[in-house]
């Protein structure tokens, strides 16, 4: 916000030139009221933000510090700040909406007001420069943007090496306009690593395969000499799962505005991909991902069990159509 209030002191102070108040004797007295407005607004929201950081932000972030999982990725991602971007970068006063008393700002007054308009309509939040963890997150709130740097610098190595090869970013985006897109873990995936070592090399978890039969039992059975030796393993190897939370502006007709992307949010609960969800399977390219264990085609997966997925919901559908006809006309 420093910039801001820096950008409000030299309207003021130009506002207040003599030759500006010589046909407008009124001009240094509005940008005066408007300045002092101004500053109060950056004050109370510096304020709540500082307030916000101690109440909540630190606690998290401690939590966080001693975690030994990453359940989160990237941490940034996934605690964007809309209002703190909304005010920060989109507020009245960073838009240009002054009190000036002149014609000339009358008719630019359209033009400023086309932004904001833009911004709600046709423009998508996050866009191409949006940057997690720098424009959610005020330049005063000094405490904040040391968290956010923290978690920078935990998000530049993925939560296992090979992380960026299961789940490509050309295929889920966590940049730009999915600035707020992020993964979450939800469990695990079987390996056909049977080696401890490699398993270990690769970040993932090895666990070990307990007997489950008491001595005594294993004396009395009696095995054939024919039988095959039984190579028995030593343990299994387990790798992380992820969900992929895409939280960026969706189409609607064409405009990616935040309205439009509401509304696009609200239409996208229907009962199919509600069942899809609930199923485990992938809906517009999010939700619960397949163990990836060299090379996965995510788009045949998604399409053949979208397919599967569609067709087992019109059969449930057409049997309660049938059902409540039958109960309402044919029962009478």
Not at 204 to 220: A, I, Q, Y
Not at 246 to 260: F, I, T, Y
Not at 275 to 302: K, M, R, W
């Amino acid at each position: 916000m420093i910039p801001l209030a820096r950008k409000i002191d030299r309207y003021r102070r130009n506002e207040c030139r003599r030759s500006n108040n010589i046909m407008t004797p009124g001009r240094c007295k509005a940008a005066t009221k408007y300045a002092n407005e101004a500053n109060k607004f950056i004050k109370g929201v510096v304020n709540e933000s500082k307030t916000e950081t101690d109440s909540s932000h630190v606690n998290l972030y401690n939590t966080r510090k001693f975690s030994k999982t990453r359940d989160i990725y990237p941490i940034n991602n996934h605690d964007f700040d809309y209002k703190t971007a909304m005010i920060k970068n989109h507020n009245a006063y960073k838009l240009g909406f002054t009190n000036q008393p002149t014609v000339d700002y009358l008719f630019k007054y359209p033009v400023k007001l086309n932004k904001y308009l833009k911004l709600l309509i046709n423009d998508p939040y996050p866009n191409k420069r949006t940057q997690p963890g720098i424009d959610d997150v005020l330049d005063t709130d000094k405490k904040r943007m040391y968290i956010k740097n923290k978690y920078k610098i935990i998000d530049s190595k993925p939560p296992y090496p090979s992380f960026a090869k299961d789940y490509p970013e050309c295929r889920f985006k966590t940049k730009g306009t999915h600035s707020s897109s992020y993964f979450v873990r939800t469990g695990v995936c079987k390996t056909k690593i049977n080696n401890q070592t490699e398993c270990e090399r690769k970040k993932f978890n090895w666990v070990k395969n307990k007997p489950t039969f008491p001595k005594m039992f294993k004396t009395m059975m009696k095995t054939s000499k024919k039988a095959k030796p039984v190579t028995k393993l030593k343990g299994s190897c387990f790798k992380p799962r992820y969900m992929y939370i895409d939280n960026s502006s969706k189409d609607v007709r064409g405009k990616k505005g935040l309205q439009p992307s509401l509304f696009a949010d609200i239409m996208s609960i229907t009962p199919d991909k509600l069942f899809q969800i609930l199923a485990g399977n992938s809906v517009d390219g999010g939700g619960i991902l397949p163990c990836p264990e060299d090379f996965v085609n995510y788009n045949s997966q998604t399409k053949e069990s979208n397919s599967i997925e569609n067709r087992n919901i019109c059969l449930i559908m057409i049997l309660l159509l049938s059902l409540t006809v039958y109960i309402l006309f044919v029962r009478k």
